[in-house]
């Protein structure tokens, strides 16, 4: 007869030295590691970049791969604050390694990481680094040259309802809290005109929809390419009722060359201006017909006929995917930055961590 198996006793002991590393603590097929070896290719890229940003005398500062790492791990793991990523950091295994932390290396204060932050965020590395990934995917024969799908969405600025005052008005007459004070602005028209917010002037009041509430925000758009559905390009606008269509041109713009592409998107793009610019850009417009528009649609069967026509506009629903990956996720659906350069980085910045995700997931599909 089998004895049965003796109990583990429950001590703990400190002990003076360790010999593992955290390389050996992370397990070979673990998500990150693919993940790891594209952002270590990204960061050697950008070498010459930070030798530009950093100063080449004076006290050393914590290395911008490690910060960039840590940020990608906000990302991918919706932490919701820098001082409870700095935290998890300190006693994650996993992390130290993503960061690239021994295990006995102590950890940046959180006022430290957000000051060293700054500087990343005044140069325009978050573009860089979208640009890299998205040069790693093509060099792998994952993204499209030809076929893209524009589209913005409203990103909740960092300001309540209460900062959105009448310019020039520094506090609320017979206020009695400055901090939190009480304001009815019930049956006070308020608009972009005559109000701005006190914390955050660059968000505009917005709305998603006829009857939906308004908030102060800002609009995110993308330019994914249709093949993968990765996102190419990236730009944040003050919401308005062309930011979508501005924003697009903008980004079509940089993409123009002297190849003819294709660019689907929903009916807001259906504006006789819009298709005009796109024609000039030497791209094919394939948004949504808008049948109720004054004068009739500004697409006509000269390009509905096609059967890409009906391919792009199958395609670009999967830009919804990555709008819910960065709202979800990435938690940008308020976003916690002020100003709109701020934003603009932090966007990019996650489109990226957006992509390293889908090319990781697409890497690893059977062939």
Partial sequence: MLREAMRGIDHQQSHMFSYLSPEQRVRKDHPLRSIRTMVDEVLAQLSPLFEKIYA????????????????LLQMLYSIRSERLLVEEIDYSVLFRWFVGMNLDEEV??????????????????AKEFLARVVEQARARGLTSDE?????????????????FQRKGQKQPPGSDDPGNPTVNFHGEKR??????????????????????????????????????????????????????????????????????????????FDTADFIAECRNLYVTPHVAQNEGRRG??????????????????????????????????????KVRHRGILKVDWVFAF??????????????????
């Avoid at 940046?108 to 590395?125: C, G, I, P, S």
């Avoid at 076929?147 to 900062?163: I, R």
């Avoid at 996650?350 to 062939?367: E, F, G, K, T």
């Fill in 56 to 71: 080449r005398e004076g006290r050393p500062s914590i290395a911008p791969e490690k910060l960039l790492r840590a940020l």
């Fill in 147 to 163: 076929h893209f799908t524009v589209d913005g969405t409203l990103l909740e600025a960092w300001a309540g309802a209460k900062s």
């Fill in 350 to 367: 996650a489109a990226a961590a957006y992509n390293l995700v889908r090319i990781r997931n697409l890497a690893a599909l059977p062939i």
């Fill in 191 to 268: 608009s972009n005109q005559t109000h701005e917010s006190t914390t955050d002037p660059d968000a505009r009041l917005a709305r998603k929809g006829a009857g939906k509430e308004a908030k102060l925000s800002y609009t995110g758009n993308l330019l994914v390419e249709n093949r993968s559905g990765l996102i190419v390009n990236t730009e944040v606008f003050e919401a308005n009722g062309t930011a979508e269509r501005d924003a697009a041109l903008v980004m079509l713009e940089q993409l123009a060359g002297t190849k003819q592409v294709t660019v689907g998107g929903d009916k807001g």
């Fill in 296 to 333: 009739g649609s500004a697409i006509d069967g000269r390009t509905t006929r096609h059967a890409a026509y009906a391919i792009s506009q199958k395609k670009r629903k999967r830009i919804e995917e990555c709008f819910g990956w960065l709202k979800t996720i990435a938690l940008l659906r």
């Fill in 108 to 125: 940046w204060d959180a006022t430290t990481f957000t000051k060293n932050r700054e500087r990343l965020l005044e140069a325009d590395v």
